[in-house]
């Protein structure tokens, strides 16, 4: 198995408890990976009335950075752009209140931790 498919399983399995963790804290996915020509979203959900774009970062650990501080204000523009490519595409969500949230997963996969923070950027 390659590195490649390697790091495609570890998001995949990020992804999948993200929204396992996002889902017992009674948030409502409705999307999983957004894909337009500005990027990707990881996770599109409903919290009550808001929408919250939701970005999925895993780590085995926090050496260096953590998943959170990886998402650099490069990062927060494509989400931001791709935010509004689904929101021009899903008029029915058009009126709701937004929030861009990061999912930080860190550890091993059978004792991860997962560090949720709501309304990480505007």
Not at 76 to 85: D, G, M, T
Request: aromatic fraction near 8%; hydrophobic fraction near 40%; include cysteine.
């Amino acid at each position: 198995m390659t590195v490649r498919a390697n790091t495609r399983q570890r998001g995949a399995w990020a992804e999948d408890h993200a929204c396992d963790y996002l889902a017992r804290r009674g948030l409502e996915v409705l999307v999983r990976n957004y894909r337009c020509r500005h990027g990707e979203i990881d996770l599109v959900l409903r919290d009550a009335d808001a929408l919250v774009f939701t970005e999925v970062r895993y780590r085995a650990n926090r050496e260096w950075v953590s998943g959170a501080q990886s998402v650099d204000a490069a990062k927060q523009r494509r989400l931001l752009a791709s935010a509004e490519h689904f929101l021009q595409r899903h008029r029915e969500h058009a009126r709701r209140a937004c929030r861009f949230d990061v999912v930080d997963i860190c550890g091993p996969q059978h004792a991860p931790q997962v560090d949720w923070i709501q309304d990480a950027f505007q």
